[in-house]
């Protein structure tokens, strides 16, 4: 699976939109991109995936861009909950094989201030 | 309810203690996945079963062995703890149609 890149943290106000980056200059052409977050020492939860074009959920959006290098995480309204653990990941429908392991790096820390 | 559950939430042990640590899903889901989350690490893939009958190894397997009693039910058994067991560990399940995996509270096990 591809590789990717997030900033280790940022900062949104609430209410305001909190937009997280991800590259994957690497990901080819049968990857999707998936997003899940992590509140502290919770279980893992998903947000959204997509592969090329641009998805929209209850919980945020995700803008691909058309090489697919890079991708954006958006949450609209940002709320004092959405504090947390973002990992972008990367990975194949393919790849059964491997048993669908998901991949976590170091994520982005997304602190929603008052 | 939540849809996947674990237990015990909490566990504290002794080195060389057996233990057994439960997962079940209300989802329907075919696929269930053990995991342990160490900090700095993230996830690593320890046990993976995609039906009843079938169970495969992840990337930590040593020192664990896991059971799929039925379809909602996946048991990780730690049959000779030791220190460096002390994790989150975590359930999840997914379906085939549908790849995202939704993950149980966690345990968080210490082993002294």
């Known amino acids: ?31 999707y991109v998936y997003w899940y977050r992590q509140i502290h020492s919770q279980g893992p939860q998903y947000i ?39 990992y972008c990941i990367v990975r194949s429908h393919m790849r059964e094989t491997s048993g669908s392991r998901l991949t976590f790096g170091e994520g982005t820390q997304l602190t929603v201030n008052p | 309810d939540a849809d996947v559950t674990q ?20 989802k329907g889901h075919d696929r269930m996945y053990w995991y342990r989350q ?23 397997s040593d020192g664990y062995s896991v059971s799929r009693q039925a379809q909602a039910k996946f048991s990780l ?16 399940t997914s379906t085939g149609v549908v790849r995202e995996q939704y993950f149980g509270p966690g345990t968080r096990l210490t082993v002294t």
């Open chain 1, 48 to 86: 959204i995936h997509g592969l090329k074009n641009n998805e929209t959920n209850e919980m945020a959006s995700l803008i691909i861009t058309e090489d697919r290098k890079s991708s954006t995480l958006i949450l609209p309204h940002a709320t004092l909950r959405d504090t947390a653990v973002y």
């Open chain 2, 38 to 60: 160490d900090p700095g690490l993230g996830l690593r893939l320890i046990y993976y079963s995609f039906d009843v009958k079938d169970i495969n190894k992840g990337e930590i």
């Open chain 2, 77 to 92: 058994s730690l049959e000779s703890a030791i220190p460096n067991q002390t994790a989150l560990y975590f359930c999840a």
């Open chain 2, 7 to 26: 237990t015990p939430r909490n566990r504290i042990t002794k080195t060389g203690k057996r233990i057994m640590l439960e997962c079940s899903q209300t």
């Open chain 1, 1 to 31: 699976d591809a590789k990717t890149t997030q900033p280790p943290s940022m900062d949104c106000a609430e209410g305001r939109a909190a937009n997280l980056p991800c590259n994957h200059s690497t990901i080819s052409g049968n990857e």
